[in-house]
């Protein structure tokens, strides 16, 4: 297990257990007081250092899971706060009494406790950094910090009892201002829209001034018993207020990340430089008319109705202003979700996916992504139609929703590709969540009245240290193929080496088609013969590369890149086009004697193209061939790969094509194709072949015998691959069999030599028979 919790298994730490031994504290010291203050006044001063302590813990916690970052920061700032608001707790605990003012050993910490905060604040990243935005910040909190400070000095230190010191009262002056000043600077941290802390933290977190400013008025101003209760409740309200702005913090994390508007009460922090401006013209009124005549008290009132005037102004404007921002800020809301979503199926886009799996790679967190492809679809689609196909897809990301975990977050990337982001390191645990999400893929869907089995592949890449998103989900990419490839309805786990697989695949495709533009491919022609008279019937048409520089490439390496890089096709093209002139250049030069047809190997790639019909057609017109000169050769699974591959393999037939079935009885459905498959001609798989002389395998030599009767009953002609020695083709021949190929005959020749036996057909009947040792298999 890594040491890196995953947030799905169990909660992270920095929950609810600080804050609620935080509001237990002052719980108590609310109680306490109401039941008259039993036990003396230390008891009332116990509370603040325990709620302070929970804020502090609180604190630390969250800075222990975050990831490096401005949130990280704001809270390790926040702890440092918290922890001078702790000393003061002490202090005041240990000096326990309900003097007016307040102690400068209390204050000292309060007001170093407060400014870390508002240095906290004032670094996260929200609303305008330009110097016209820190001027305007500047300018409001200077306008809000001088009007406290007149208000402080003309009218709640004049309210002060008789015999206060005045250091005392400063002091509690000084923290009072401090108070304001940290609601006008969080005030502007909860309106911005793009604040990294969550607003609602932010929020809570606006407990604390107001409980400083209270309690600050009321130590100097105050009755006893107000006095005494702002004295033992404020800073374990300040303590709550911190480990509760933790926890929704937390939540927050936890949560998936949802663009916040800022609401419109929010904009009464804006208005705090106003109302500064308005109490501060009051106090310039009740001093004014107490030491001028009337008439500079009329001129003094004028200027201050003036100044009002322009303030109403000015808030209009803020108003105006205000609803324009909420109207823009709805629609960039908005806009994001549009941009992040998935518009059939709601769920989080590629985008959107990218950015969450590089947040957490960045965040050093665990961090794995699924790649999620379903099987056949298109077979679906074409089926059911695009309507239906959509109403699977949405049912897709329905189970997908249903069977993830919490901390993971499943996403659409387009098509019926799908992905999920785990939040965990451990291949056991990745490869645990694959298999949960297969299961719940394959359970039935109904779609259009009919109920579907669906299978999916899935490519898990695990983030390793050093790699990009793009990276990882490339890797996830790459196995996802990598399933397909190993026969789907599985997981595969990435490897390094597949990746360097992968860049030679792409390598070899380049050279690859370097190779069809220079001509550097060639046919080779392995003859069938037939067996009763042992003369050449037929050859089938087969591609090799003699590469430059790395000499013979075999095709069982480059024809799988041709088909994965969509270079089949014009390969194809060629080695069709290659062939039909081969065989036309035969009649020319033995006429009646040369071989009547040609084969060549089809692939779906090719069969699905909408002109391939027509490029057969045009095909056998250049060369002077019939279509009863060509035998199109496909595997079983191109068969059954859609409707549209049965059309062309249907247009072909009816076109007078010959068409055969290769590798037969391989596949799953061999004896179903028959019914819905034109086939002209079945041709036995070589393993077969291997098993069936001196009855070394019995079920070997049972199939082979059933698939000559089967094709003398439906009058198909049948050949049997890989013949290598004279008693498999003896046998193959006492079982019915009249064409076979094979090494034992020949193996695949260059067209000299293919002609040759041709032209040695004509004197010698039995001269195409080689009898030469079996060599190694070079057959395509």
């Known amino acids: 297990m890594s040491a890196r919790d995953n947030a799905g298994d169990r909660p992270r730490p920095g ?3 600080p804050a609620v031994v935080a509001l237990a504290a002052t719980t108590w010291v609310l109680l306490w007081l109401l039941i008259g203050t039993p036990g003396g006044l230390y008891l009332g001063f116990a509370g603040a250092p325990v709620a302070m302590g929970a804020a502090v813990l609180a604190c630390r916690q969250i800075v222990a899971v975050e990831r490096p970052g401005p949130i990280r920061s704001f809270w390790r700032q926040l702890t440092w706060a918290g922890g001078f608001l702790f000393v003061a707790s002490v202090v005041s605990l240990l000096r326990a009494n309900n003097n007016t003012g307040l102690s400068p050993y209390v204050g000292g910490p309060m007001l170093f406790g407060i400014t870390i905060l508002i240095v906290a604040l004032v670094r996260l990243p929200f609303g305008e950094r330009t110097a016209l935005g820190w001027t305007r910040a500047l300018l409001d909190g200077a306008t809000v910090a001088i009007a406290s400070t007149l208000i402080f000095w003309y009218v709640v230190l004049d309210l002060a009892p008789e015999g206060t010191s005045l250091v005392s009262r400063v002091a509690a002056a000084v923290v009072g201002v401090s108070g304001v000043l940290l609601l006008v600077v969080i005030g502007k941290a909860a309106a911005a829209a793009d604040s990294a802390v969550h607003p609602a933290s932010l929020r809570v977190l606006t407990v604390a001034p107001l409980v400083d400013v209270a309690g600050s008025t009321l130590l100097i101003a105050g009755a006893d018993w107000g006095r005494l209760a702002l004295s033992v409740l404020a800073l374990p309200l300040v303590g709550v207020s911190m480990a509760g702005a933790a926890y929704l913090q937390r939540r927050a994390s936890e949560a998936e990340p949802v663009p916040v508007p800022a609401s419109a009460g929010r904009s009464l922090f804006n208005l705090l430089p106003f109302v500064a401006v308005t109490a501060t013209a009051i106090l310039v009124i009740s001093v004014s008319a107490q030491d001028m005549s009337s008439r500079q008290r009329t001129v003094i009132i004028g200027a201050v109705l003036i100044a009002g005037f322009v303030v109403a102004r000015q808030l209009l404007s803020l108003r105006e202003n205000t609803l324009a921002l909420r109207g823009i800020r709805k629609q960039q809301v908005e806009l994001e979700r549009l941009a992040l979503s998935d518009t059939l199926t709601g769920m989080p886009n590629r985008t959107r996916f990218a950015v969450a799996l590089g947040e957490r790679i960045v965040g050093r967190q665990p961090a794995t992504a699924l790649l999620i492809d379903v099987d056949d679809f298109k077979m679906i689609n074409d089926t059911l139609g695009p309507a239906a196909g959509d109403q699977l897809l949405y049912q897709v990301s329905q189970r997908l929703r249903e069977h993830c975990r919490p901390g993971e977050l499943p996403a659409r990337l387009g098509g019926d590709e799908f992905a999920v982001l785990l939040p965990v390191d451990e291949p056991a645990q990745a490869e645990a969540a694959a298999a949960r999400l297969l299961a719940g893929i394959g359970e039935p869907f109904h779609v259009a009245d009919q109920q579907l089995l669906l299978h999916a592949s899935v490519g898990i890449a695990v983030a390793a ?22 026969g789907k309805a599985s997981w595969v786990r990435f490897e390094p080496q597949m990746r360097q697989d992968l860049a030679h695949h792409a390598r070899l495709a380049g050279e690859l088609h370097n190779a069809i533009v220079r001509g ?24 090799r590369w003699q590469h430059p520089e790395r000499g013979f490439v075999s095709p069982a390496d480059f024809i799988p890149v041709a088909e994965r890089s969509g270079l089949i096709v014009p390969l194809g093209a060629w080695v069709l086009r290659e062939a039909c002139s081969q065989l036309s250049r035969w009649h020319a030069e033995f006429g009646d004697t040369a071989i009547e047809a ?3 190997n089809v692939a779906v790639r090719q069969l699905r193209e909408a002109g391939f019909v027509d490029e057969v057609a045009a095909v056998l017109s250049d060369t002077g061939l019939t279509s009863q000169n060509l035998i199109i050769e496909v595997t079983e699974s191109s068969v059954v790969d859609g409707w549209q591959v049965r059309e062309t393999l249907q247009a072909l037939h009816e076109m007078g094509v010959k068409l055969a079935l290769d590798d037969f009885g391989t596949g799953q459905s061999s004896l179903s194709l028959l019914r819905a498959f034109p086939v002209d001609v079945l041709k036995l798989d070589k393993s077969f072949v291997d098993g069936i002389a001196e009855g070394a395998d019995r079920g070997r030599l049972a199939v082979a015998a059933a698939v000559a009767q089967l094709a003398e009953y439906l009058q198909l002609k049948v050949v049997a691959e890989g013949i290598e020695n004279e008693e498999q083709r003896d046998r193959l021949r006492d079982m019915g069999y009249r064409y076979g190929q094979g090494y034992l005959m020949a193996k695949p020749l260059p067209p000299e030599e293919c002609g040759k036996l041709m032209a040695a057909a004509t004197t010698e009947p039995d001269a195409g028979v080689r009898r030469e040792p079996p060599v190694p298999s070079i057959a395509g």
Request: glycine content about 8%.
């Open 520 to 543: 550097q491919l060639r046919l080779v022609y392995q003859p069938v013969y037939d067996l009763h008279t042992g003369l050449p019937s037929g050859a089938e048409a087969l591609v």
């Open 598 to 600: 040609i084969n060549v």
């Open 15 to 17: 929950g609810l257990r």
């Open 465 to 486: 240290p050093g790699e990009t998103a793009d990276e990882v989900q490339r890797n996830a990419d790459i196995a996802m193929y990598a399933a397909k490839e190993a």
